[in-house]
Nanobody, 125 residues
């Protein structure tokens, strides 16, 4: 069975850092696109970052320069390093994956076949 499991969320003060992990089972991340989305209370799920095989990355403007997506193929895990956190970053963060996606479609939640259960990130003022 294909499964994505997120971890690393928590409560931090504004300006702090967290690293989220997304561990995959049932397949290898090395040949798949990995992505992160988030959903804040009262808002739709929004795109955060994406990582293609070959290390091409793309970020939402709201997190560019603060967040970094990466992978460790040996651990079959995708990470989201979050620095300089702001209260507006508070949300449930979800990892997602699919075999192939274009830049034009990368922000569409319906394009991703696999999703994790989510991990809560709360940033205090």
């Amino acid at each position: 069975q294909v499964q994505l499991v997120e971890s690393g969320g928590g409560l931090v003060q504004a300006g702090g850092s967290l690293r989220l992990s997304c561990a995959a089972s049932g397949r290898t991340f090395s040949t798949y696109v990995g992505a992160w989305f988030r959903q804040a209370p009262g808002k739709e799920r929004e795109f955060v970052a994406v990582l293609w095989p070959g290390s091409l990355t793309y970020y939402a403007d709201s997190v560019k320069g603060r967040f970094t997506i990466s992978r460790d193929n040996a651990k079959n895990t995708v990470y989201l390093q979050m620095n300089s956190l702001k209260p507006e970053d508070t949300a449930v963060y979800y990892c997602a994956s699919t075999s192939m996606i274009t830049i034009a479609r990368m922000r569409m939640t319906t394009e991703y076949n696999y999703w994790g259960q989510g991990t809560q990130v709360t940033v205090s003022s």
